[in-house]
């Protein structure tokens, strides 16, 4: 009896990525592999070993041999390969018109990944959702990218389909759009509340979920007293350095707005859906700078000491904000080194190690540990 053989090649390609992670030793085994997402990004498969493996030596013995994967560009040579092989090819156009998403534009993405790790007006996180097991909420896009690899090698090639990967841009318009979904939220009057209570997911969740001992509040810039439970301003002090470096006026308007917002939400003064609806249309603007702005080397220094600073100012109190920056100083500084601006990734990786220790455990983060580590950062950046 001949054989029928049927190939997703996407699915191959990417379990190959996954078991050569296993060969190579970067995963101790294949469900390491798996469950943390290890994958050997510099793997290729070979159509010819391909094709002895499923389809055997003698070819009168295979009645059929299909190959299923996307309609490559004009000049991609890859399913010629595979017919030369053996296969008989089929191809199928993948794109926006046929009902995908275009993960390749920044604010796609973020729009995208934040229906889920966010919500948005058709499905909201709550706090009734994390009570029941939801994970804390924390998003920040370029590191999240990095963590759920890519099914594509972003190199060149890909560069020419798609377009070159930004890490800083992605970072900075993932985080404006994350502040736009916050301020959605406080201005809808759907999500804003849960019976007497406001829609506590919005809240810095350490404001809160701190032993009665551990006395935490100190004056920050917003001039919220004690005993106020505050925002999860995270990403808002990320855009808030972010509108800066753009124009320091228009930075200066953002962060009147975010402190502005804060007060409203604690009460003191203004109402917190006009308040949320003015930082939500900044937001709309900053998004449209960030997509054309030029990250150069004076622009990455100035949001990289700006972000170190604030923390060392104690601006991070939170673990929330801290985690946040945390993961921006860390996708910044890595753009920077990509481009040649950090001279020495040796000391500063070193010091970003010690950055990640500080924040490794919400339960246990001490600020004091987390501004030292910071101040150590900033001259191994040279700043």
Request: net charge neutral; with cysteine.
């Amino acid at each position: 009896m001949a054989d029928w053989i049927y190939v997703d090649n996407s699915n191959v390609f990417i379990e190959g990525k996954r078991v050569s992670a296993v060969t190579l030793g970067l995963a101790p085994d294949i469900w390491d592999a798996f469950h943390y997402r290890i994958l050997d990004n510099d793997y290729r498969m070979s159509f010819g070993k391909l094709y002895e493996f499923v389809a055997g030596q003698n070819r009168a013995d295979t009645a059929r041999a299909m190959l299923f994967g996307s309609r490559p560009p004009e000049n991609d040579a890859i399913w010629d390969i595979a017919k030369r092989a053996g296969f008989e090819v089929v191809t199928h156009d993948r794109n926006v018109a046929s009902g995908l998403y275009d993960v390749s534009d920044p604010v796609s993405r973020a729009r995208l990944c934040l229906s889920c790790h966010f919500g948005n007006a058709d499905r909201f996180v709550t706090h009734r959702l994390m009570a029941a097991g939801h994970p804390r909420m924390s998003f920040e896009l370029d590191t999240f990218t990095s963590i759920e690899p890519a099914h594509y090698k972003p190199d060149s090639d890909a560069e020419k389909r798609k377009r070159a990967w930004d890490g800083v841009r992605v970072w900075a318009i993932g985080q404006a759009m994350a502040v736009g979904e916050l301020t959605a939220a406080l201005a809808d009057p759907a999500r804003v509340r849960d019976g007497l209570f406001p829609e506590l997911v919005l809240f810095d969740c350490h404001a809160c979920h701190h032993p009665m001992s551990d006395k935490r509040w100190v004056p920050r810039r917003a001039g919220l007293g004690p005993g106020v439970v505050r925002l999860n301003d995270s990403s808002l002090l990320m855009t808030r350095q972010l509108a800066k470096v753009i124009d320091d006026g228009f930075g200066a308007r953002v962060g009147q707005s975010i402190d502005r917002l804060q007060q409203a939400v604690a009460g003191q003064g203004g109402t917190p859906e006009a308040a949320a609806r003015a930082v939500n249309a900044q937001m709309e603007e900053l998004i449209g700078k960030l997509q054309t702005q030029a990250f150069d080397a004076p622009e990455l220094r100035a949001v990289l000491r700006g972000l170190i600073d604030d923390g060392v100012h104690g601006q991070y109190r939170d673990y929330a904000g801290a985690e946040q920056a945390t993961m921006a100083i860390s996708s910044v500084a890595k753009f920077m080194h990509q481009r040649g601006i950090l001279a020495s990734a040796t000391d500063f990786n070193r010091a970003l190690a010690a950055l990640y220790g500080a924040v490794a455990d919400d339960e246990r983060y001490r600020p004091a540990q987390f501004q030292a580590a910071l101040r150590n950062l900033s001259g191994a950046a040279g700043l």
